[in-house]
């Protein structure tokens, strides 16, 4: 049975103050009001996730994630952060291949391969990120540029490695856009990577694997989505700044 999944991503946003009341309220309103089981993910900027930690470890429905890794174990690299350096504070989950991250680091498919085997090494769950730009939907050619963004940086991985992944379904043109991919385009596009995934591996791995939807998720629309078959939860951006926003979509399922 795949898991039902709200994860929120901070990005670069708040202070340390304002995150560790961001996660206080958030686990306090999880706790009270979302009976499902269903995991709840935080991902904060790297300085805030040991704090962040402490105040979600009574919660056994909030789970802690980072937003990014760098592929080596330690050394000169300055300025990044290892994939034991995050498992040492708590870490679970790792975002690897953000749309952001493709854009503006310049993370390409066959990084990214190598990032998300890293991260099943270190045994935590990355969370890996495909989706098209716009230009790339209205030439219709959205369903094969997510093809090659799943088999470039995943089918190199096993069976028992890739049952680990969670992918998140995030077109480039819904994220921060305040427009959101309709629940039938949502669906079309989890249904259409489950079943490559199916051919690739088996059905059986393709339908224990969680696949979220992100792009401007809200609390109105959260519920829809979330309905869909293929759709296992989401990953939130903007929406998951605010306690009552993120809580409502996790109660969307
Ligand atoms: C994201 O950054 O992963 C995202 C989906 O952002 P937003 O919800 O703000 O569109």
Same mark, same amino acid.
């Given at each position: 049975?795949? %898991?039902?999944?709200?994860?929120g991503?901070?990005?670069?946003?708040?202070?340390?103050?304002?995150?560790? =009341?961001?996660?206080s #309220?958030?686990?306090?309103?999880?706790?009270d009001e979302?009976s499902?089981?269903?995991?709840?993910?935080?991902?904060? *900027?790297?300085?805030?996730?040991t704090?962040?930690? +402490?105040?979600?470890?009574?919660?056994?429905?909030?789970?802690?994630?980072?937003?990014?890794?760098?592929? #080596?174990? +330690?050394?000169a690299?300055?300025?990044?952060?290892?994939?034991?350096?995050?498992?040492?504070?708590?870490?679970?989950?790792?975002? @690897?291949?953000?749309?952001? %991250?493709?854009?503006?680091?310049?993370e390409?498919?066959?990084?990214?391969?190598v990032k998300?085997?890293?991260?099943?090494?270190?045994?935590?769950? *990355?969370?890996?990120?495909?989706g098209?730009?716009? #230009?790339?939907r209205?030439?219709?050619?959205?369903?094969?540029?997510?093809?090659?963004?799943?088999?470039?940086a995943?089918f190199?991985?096993?069976?028992? #490695?890739i049952?680990k992944?969670?992918?998140?379904?995030?077109p480039?043109?819904?994220?921060?856009?305040? !427009?959101t991919?309709?629940?039938?385009?949502?669906?079309?596009m989890? =249904?259409? @990577?489950r079943? !490559?995934i199916?051919?690739?591996?088996d =059905?059986e791995?393709?339908d224990?694997?969680?696949?979220?939807?992100?792009?401007s998720?809200?609390?109105g629309?959260a519920?829809? @989505?979330f309905a869909? *078959?293929?759709v296992?939860?989401?990953?939130?951006?903007?929406a998951?700044l605010?306690?009552r926003?993120?809580?409502?979509?996790?109660?969307?399922?």
């Amino acid at each position: 049975m795949r %898991r039902k999944i709200a994860a929120g991503n901070w990005k670069m946003n708040l202070d340390l103050e304002g995150g560790k =009341q961001l996660a206080s #309220e958030v686990v306090n309103m999880v706790t009270d009001e979302v009976s499902k089981d269903i995991d709840v993910i935080l991902i904060p *900027p790297f300085t805030h996730l040991t704090t962040v930690k +402490s105040l979600i470890s009574g919660s056994s429905k909030v789970k802690l994630g980072a937003q990014n890794c760098h592929e #080596e174990a +330690s050394g000169a690299y300055t300025g990044e952060i290892s994939l034991e350096m995050l498992k040492s504070v708590g870490v679970e989950y790792v975002v @690897i291949g953000h749309s952001e %991250r493709r854009e503006y680091f310049g993370e390409d498919n066959a990084l990214l391969a190598v990032k998300t085997k890293k991260v099943l090494d270190a045994g935590l769950t *990355p969370i890996f990120c495909c989706g098209e730009k716009l #230009e790339v939907r209205e030439a219709g050619k959205h369903l094969e540029l997510n093809k090659e963004q799943v088999e470039e940086a995943l089918f190199g991985l096993s069976k028992e #490695e890739i049952s680990k992944v969670v992918i998140a379904y995030e077109p480039v043109w819904a994220i921060g856009t305040g !427009v959101t991919a309709s629940s039938d385009q949502a669906q079309e596009m989890h =249904q259409y @990577i489950r079943g !490559v995934i199916a051919e690739k591996y088996d =059905q059986e791995t393709a339908d224990g694997i969680s696949i979220l939807y992100g792009g401007s998720v809200k609390p109105g629309n959260a519920a829809e @989505i979330f309905a869909k *078959p293929d759709v296992d939860g989401g990953l939130v951006g903007g929406a998951s700044l605010k306690s009552r926003d993120f809580t409502d979509i996790a109660k969307g399922f």
